[in-house]
């Protein structure tokens, strides 16, 4: 592995050389391997194929879910995030009955999996934040709520330095099942009409150092006609942002921000 310097960056295979990107750096390696057309022609890689294949359909699921609570920085917490949660998915698609290479991806009958999941793997939120609340929606499920009974910050918040105000986040977003397409050769939402909506709620603006007990009640409600059908699940976030205020000007930290999944529907 050797680093790119100088003004120009390349990208891809140039001279047996493959030049890439990673975690911000510009790297160069001896390109080794079978060539693309190989992999996609001879019977030989039939199963890589189907794993290529499979793995891409966790991704365009991984990324429906950012999509969806796209509306919200704390979904874009983590640069990692993307990676995790085709992890996640991959399981799951591991779980589905088919052939190898077109099982499907069916988040709807295993909701669970994706509870408690981190968008900032650096900082987790019950960590920052451990105040009680509880996660509720409406039968139609188009609807969700966050209720937060009185607590005092100073006690229930771990805050950053230099912060001196927080506001909480509760976010929602629709995701479908995705099934492999035979025709196209992909992955595709089952349901593309519902897939990648999403809402958010920003809750007020609270002082840290708040005397009396403050409560919240964060209601999102979807934009969604008609209803989602069973092969979609509603994610629900609850998430918490830092301020500093200078004069009447508050300005976000760069620290402490999070979210997790609270609730899948």
Known sequence: MARQQGLIRLNGTLGGITFYQTSGADLARVANGPSKEKINSDPAFARTRENNAEFGGAARMGKAVRVALSDSKLSKADAGGPARLTKLFKEINLMGTGP????????????????NYEFNSRVSFGSVFTAPYTASHNTARDEGTITVPGFLPDIYLDAPSGATHFRLVSALGLVSDYVYNVQTRLYEAADATLDMIGEVDNGTMTSLTATAPVSFTLQVTLPVTPAAATNVSI??????????RVGSTDYRLAQGDCMKVVSVF
């Open 235 to 244: 994610i629900q976030c609850l998430g918490i942002e830092f301020f500093q």
């Open 100 to 115: 190898r290479g077109q099982r499907p991806i069916e988040l709807s009958a295993h909701r669970a999996l994706l509870i």
